[in-house]
């Protein structure tokens, strides 16, 4: 009745058989012909690549009545008890479940013993990683006096989690993931062997969704199996329980024409239908990126491994999209498959993800962005001031200057605040500041800027200051705030800082005095709620609040814009 | 029952059979598929069938075995998980230790492990050598709602077999079998494609104390007490809470009743959350699901309850 | 059914029963007897490692089956006075148990659920006098391992071998190994390599001094059948290959040492006290006519013991589990043992004197 599956059926005996571990055979196989074979092996990689197979082999290569050698006999009783496992001198040991000092020092006075038939006693410890601290220890005294004849082989899927005090001791070989032509060509013998008839997609499919693990890869080819001797792509995609390409388009076409009215009845339709949603990020992800990079790459067919109709396929979906919504919504979906393994209503998951996502439409970069926002302001000659200045200034500059930037501007909430600023620039209160810092041959904004590259907070402050003229030599600069006293008295304790930076600018000994502003009625009022609410109806703020998801904080003078737009 | 009066599952079925006809049982299958849709009867139906005495291919349920194995009486089928929040390592060693010895009536050994992701990080690793290489004669059978949280290492030993969803036609039909059961639709709708949720005699009773918890809480007249007598309690209420948000979405993003699972609740939805905007709507169902993730973690329950209402409060009325 | 029995016997009965049944078990039915009259009166028990089924001298009224829970039915059993019980069946598995003044109604589970015992008759069987098959258990059992990660190390190899007309017995815990071996009473067809659990072995051993006429055994593919008169003892065996022991015996050890069996334990054990707790490591040094047993332990000192025995070859030293030594020693029948040994570091075999019958092998350690 039971049967044999393929990943023990195919279970390599031979370093010869294994597949894709070229420089794992190569070192071991050197060691085994000179007699040079460490005492400790740290055999690590991902799962199902072949860390217990060639353990077994070296245990069988070690022991073996011809051996040591690198070619097994394979019949010898030696060779044969260890296929079978029942050899007394390979001890196969599961980390996880003798993880304890205890165990460990049991391991110790076992390894005192001689071997009784073989040559070596090859202790096998799996998931080393989950040994305990004190477990390891332990363990470290013995690698340090390493007794003769015993070898000790130690796989783990996580390196990363044995000390370096113990990896010190142990040659470590690292197993590979194995290409996914390798693992197609394997495939493609076993099924012969097995007389299965696989297509040439259904061989490309089972080699992807087992991600380079030879094991995964015969685990699901079994499966298959089971399902009929005749695997076709459309049989295995409907196995394994991958959308069809089609579902996916459609959605990912409703998306970017923005209809989420088309998205949700779409989602409630293949609930209805029993698909498994939670097959769907991962599709979508895969999607997403294959869309970035038709758009982005002009040659795509050479990063993507598809056939052309499907690139052209991909082109003609991406054709009305933008490169930056794509990139925010594979960014949305990349959450979402992390998510929706959790949830237990993936549907709905899926929705507010979709629905997200319809936000996204009609992103670009928030570069031009702000180039819209400025120029629809009607500052003219925007040309003229490097937009990285104009926007340096703020929190906001460095967002738009850095890569996740605009990723996070996905999250509702936390990029809201700075993403207002821009936005809030009046332009109408700082008129007569120009005139005058030009009058004294000194932009206060470029001392401000100066001030910048080493004190960002007092910049901040100093940015509020308009320049009144000189009085007694010094640079007259004011400050309409609501509580003077306080605010110049912090100031004047950077006075020193603000004058060096001045003075090096105009390459003369400059100095400077902060007074309070003469503050007209009208102008406090804007300081104020009101003139959030007054800005917040401008269109373009309004459009940048729909962009960003945006609110409106504080109301700042912008002094890029300011000196151009003043002139 | 037997694997052929499974509902709705017919290519999980399909394969199964297919299995048992070939007479190519693998050593170890995981039963994969959302919660309630017919994982844990099958595996049981499975196991019927390979120990069944009298018919080959399916369980005959009247011979001692299937008889044995419906009332857990059977001694070579062992039972493990489903039970406690966590399957230990100790568990795992007495199941390995019961699958070393020969089969006690002659036929297989069956192993069944029941919400298998609950297994914990040694039990897991404990468990992958018995998974690779069982004693001979022995068949496991893990069963789980979210496989994607079971370690790579153990469901690369697994061959899986998918439970999709039961299809809304499929509920409907299963549901009119049963008259007692009121709302029809509504389950149907609420269920979405988990026969055992759509089956559960106080489904729409739920929900209607969940609502009126909620319009209750909205107006401060319910506390975290009241709504939330245990960890369950919470679980299910913010799985509510979750739909109904998503509801106020499907309505104003749709602009039609058709999209809404609550189907009896419209106008409810529409008078609750007519004010919001599809943003801050969006933005609240965010939260309601970062928060259902996290009572994973022991929370305060009061002061989930009120971080919660307050991002209910800002987009319900 | 209907039973009427003595409650001496019935409590006799029972009391054999009483250390297999769980009461613990998940499975409720394992905490229940199968009582069952039809020809004749049965008690089964099992805890699905083994199981016993025994007969119970009863006057039938009515023929029938059913499971009744063991612990209370014992308990009511003891404390009755009356001389004789009558069990009845009645509506969905109720139990009546009557004697004198008092009634009982127990709730049973049906006969059904009870787990099927293997055919008795369904296998090749083998008849062993009591004594011998006591002696070879005995003699073996103490070597078997007790590992997680081995199970088959866990249980004793009965391993029948038509071919040689032998019958052998292998404990080993993968350091030492301790073998039995008889010429096989009668014959059998096939060659048997059984792994037998250390408990059903225990048990076994235990019966086989309770009972002098010969032990009937039948061999099914999963399970051994002991008849002991008229008790079966069952037992499920170990799935899975056991280490190939032949191999682990050394052909060619040519060194030979002769010694008094006690005089050799007693300098072991001796030599042994200062020993490290867990593994006792000995140092044994032979030369011509002379052996020492020596240990020490840097927290507490040393040990040194002279021992004259006959020994010819060539000088040799060679460290042993002094645990393991001791083991082998007091296991092993006779009056004289000799060590047949080859280096310090390959397998050493003691067995008793001249005799083929029984002996050991040990590996040595690092010292």
Redesign the interface.
Known sequence: MSYLVLARKWRPLSFSELVGQDSVVRTLTNALEQGRVAHAYVFSGPRGVGKTTTARILSRALNCEKGPTPTPCGVCPACTAITEGSAVDVIEIDGASNRGINEIRELREAVRYAPSSGKYKVYIIDEVHMLTKEAFNALLKTLEEPPAHVVFIFATTSPKNIPVTVLSRCQHLSFRRIPKARIMEHLAFVSEQEKVTITPGALEMLARVSEGSVRDSLTVLDQAMAFSMDIREEDLQAMLGLPERGLLYELAGLLLRGDRAGILQMIQNLSDAGHDLRAFPKELVSLFRNLMVVKIAERPASLLELPEDEILDLKALAEESEVEELTLMLNEFLNLEGQIRSVTMPRYLMELSFIRASFLKGSTSLQSILDRLQSGGGTEGMESTPPRASVSRTPKGRTAGSGPGPAQTAAPETASEPEARPAASPRNDAGPQAKETSAESLSWNDVVRRVDQTNHPLAIKLSQGKVEGTHGGALQVAFAVENPDFFIGSLRRSLQEVEKAASELAGRKVRVNFVAAEVEETDRVKTGAELRNEISKDPIVQSAIEIFDAKVVDVRPLEGLYENGGN | MSLRQILGQEKAVRILKGILERKAVAHCYLFAGEEGVGKDLAAREFAKALLCGRVAGDACDVCSACRRIDSGQHPDVHVMGGEERQIKIDQVRDLGEALSKKSFEGGLKVAIVREAETMNQAAANAFLKTLEEPPAQSIIILVSARPDLLPDTIRSRAQMVRFYPLSRTDLMAALAADSALDQQELRASLAQGRLARALEPTLCQSRDTFLEGLRQALRDTADADQLWKDRDDIDEWFDMAILWLRDCIALKASGSASQIVNVDQASLIEQMSGQASLRDLSRVLSHLFQTRDLLRFNLNKHLTFQHTLMHLKSVLS | MKLVVSRESLQKGLQVVQGIVESKS????LSHILLSAEDTTTISA?D??IAVREPLEARIEEPGSVCVPARKLYEIVREIPAPELTLETQENNWVTVSAGKSTFRLIGLSD??F??F?EVNAGEAVEFPAFELHDMISRTLYATGDS?????LNGLMFHLNPEKGTVTFVG?D??R?AVARKPMPGQIREERKMIL?KKAATEVRKLTEAYESPVHLTL????IVFRFEDILFIT?????????YE??IPKNNEKRMTVGRDDMLGAVKRASLVGRE??F?IKMELREGAATFSSNNPDVGEAHEQLAVDYGAEALTL?F?ARYMVDALQNLPGEEVALELQDS???TVIRQAGEEAYFS?I????I
């Open positions: 998940t499975m409720p039915i099992t699905l490692d059904e659920d787990p099927t293997p997680d990660a081995r199970y088959t080993t993968g350091h190994l659990p099914t593919p999963n399970h499920r065996l170990i799935e899975g290959s056991y280490p190939n191999q682990v867990k593994t490591p460290g589990n570091l390959s397998p092998v590996m040595p350690m690092r």
